[in-house]
């Protein structure tokens, strides 16, 4: 009789994820979240970051994700940067920028980057690492600065067997 075990060689676990935020900032907690933090305002747009950690099949590409995006900035009445690219800590990032009007901020601007963490398991899939930095407002073009020094300080680690 074998043992099968997650995580292990055979079923990879998630990367771990690291992200520095400035003082002021607070964890925030949401549903489908790996973890978040935002800069709390009072009455105004909170400046947040949100990760999250998807697994998905091994023939996943990024560039879904890059049209999911696009699809839900066009659906609100937005628009959706180019694809750009970034290195984050060493691993290699996918982004787009994707605005669109809002009833209560005036207009929501994301920044969202991807990045692909393949298993060495053969057909055992990936994980899809997502960080994504909303502001919205009047202050939303100097608060996305102040996000994208946050999402800068991301380090992704793959799983690794013990």
Known sequence: MSTLAYPSADFPGQPSV????????????APGTTMAARLPREGAFAPNVVVTIE?????????????????LATSRGGTVSEPYAADLGGAPFVGCDAT??????????????????????PDAGA???????????????????????VLTTVRVTPWAEA
């Open 55 to 71: 697994p998905c099949g091994p023939e996943f590409e990024v560039r879904e994700s890059l049209e999911q995006i696009a699809s």
């Open 100 to 121: 669109w009007p809002d009833a209560d901020v005036e207009t929501v601007l994301q920044a969202n980057l991807f990045h692909l963490v393949r298993s060495g398991a």
């Open 18 to 29: 690291v992200l520095e935020v400035p003082d002021g900032w607070e964890p925030a907690h």
């Open 127 to 149: 994980h899809l690492v997502q960080l994504t930095g909303a502001v919205g407002g009047a202050d939303a073009l100097s608060d996305y600065e102040l996000i994208r020094q």
